[in-house]
DNA sequence: GCAAAGTATTGCACTTGGTGTCATCGCGTA
DNA sequence: TACGCGATGACACCAAGTGCAATACTTTGC
């Protein structure tokens, strides 16, 4: 796929986000990001269907991860079970290289517009969990739920995974530990609700 | 604060909901809007920071809900409780005009940078209800993770309700069915894990 | 080797979103 | 009546993003 120099997308993929820690998205703009990546404004709009969407490729891998890990459970996993078990996948995803996803981290916490992008893959994700289990037999309501849940329990274990070095290596624990807390406070609810029933 | 006619706000946004719903939200400009409500376009930019945000007034509101009914709710009320219970008070802002909201619902569902932008007060609302619920005295990861759970669980509520007009009056239900899912899904996978540890 | 076909890149013109600046308008108040 | 203040408007400007046609390079078939 090579011509001129190889590897132009991943060249405006490192511009782009070199830049946009130097000099904050704003203050960047895609001529900018071109030239440093020897290319030109409408080589970017070829590869990106607009300036943040450089900073996420990775998404659709992560999709495909959902999907897999999430078909291959062991049919005798609960849902719940089942939804552990692709977190933790997705957790091994984003391990191996905390420096990068650390800063593409910082540049997105700076800026609103990114925000919104990246909510707008995570909602992806969720309906590619919520079909996934859906072809697994999980009835459509359950499904959904857990789609929603699923992206919400990553988010807590990543926050804090991202915001501390120390937790390098260690996203799945962090992972484990949020679906322990939801059994808990949702448990403890239950009981005191099944309690105040007698 | 009326001048030459009054509320420009209110005729921004009720010009901008027309014109997105009969043309879609890319073929409508700024300054069409602008002229239907009999301003300009730099009148607009004045009242709303860009062109989806003229939609989303309302969050601002749903925010206020959300803190005083978690800081109003019974001193023994569990942490889901609370949670519960700020959902339904979200639920009932919702139902007494449910034809609006559908048909806002249908402009946003029909474009990617209107649902980005949902997505992202969405999660003001993730943190509104996080930190009144510390300021409870709920632990921080606990509160975290159910100011993250809370919007999902509503959201699969909202999308049922807004997706059926027979459900009018009974977004509280779906709200409370929603619940009830997450601690059957829960409670069951718990049960299972304590079960094999025999 | 060479031509043809295909694809990545570019140049250019154009629309629109969004901002800065300054003038103007209409109202409340001294 | 004069003054101040906030809302509006006119204008110029930059950058995002698109459509289209030209060009540079690569690959394929011969």
Do not use: C
Request: glycine share 6%.
């Amino acid at each position: 796929m090579a011509r001129w120099e190889p590897d132009a997308r991943g060249r405006l993929e490192r511009a782009a986000l070199e830049l946009y820690s130097e000099q904050g998205f704003d203050q960047t703009t895609v001529a900018e990001i071109a030239k440093r990546a020897g290319l030109t404004k409408r080589t970017f709009f070829n590869h990106f269907a607009d300036k943040p969407e450089v900073l996420f490729w990775g998404h659709e891998v992560l999709r495909e991860v959902y999907e897999t890990s999430i078909a291959d459970a062991p049919a005798s996993a609960t849902p719940l079970d089942v939804l552990a078990a692709a977190l933790q996948a997705a957790a091994a995803l984003h391990e191996p290289r905390p420096e990068l996803i650390r800063r593409r981290h910082v540049v997105i916490a700076a800026h609103p517009a990114l925000q919104e992008r990246e909510h707008l893959k995570r909602a992806t994700v969720a309906d590619t969990i919520t079909s996934a289990l859906h072809r697994r037999g999980i009835d459509e309501p359950t499904a959904r739920l857990l789609g929603e849940i699923g992206p919400a329990v990553f988010k807590v274990a990543y926050d804090r995974w991202v915001a501390d070095a120390a937790y390098d290596g260690r996203l799945g624990e962090l992972v484990a530990d949020a679906l322990g807390s939801l059994a808990e406070v949702v448990t403890t609810s239950a009981a005191r609700s099944a309690t105040s029933l007698l």
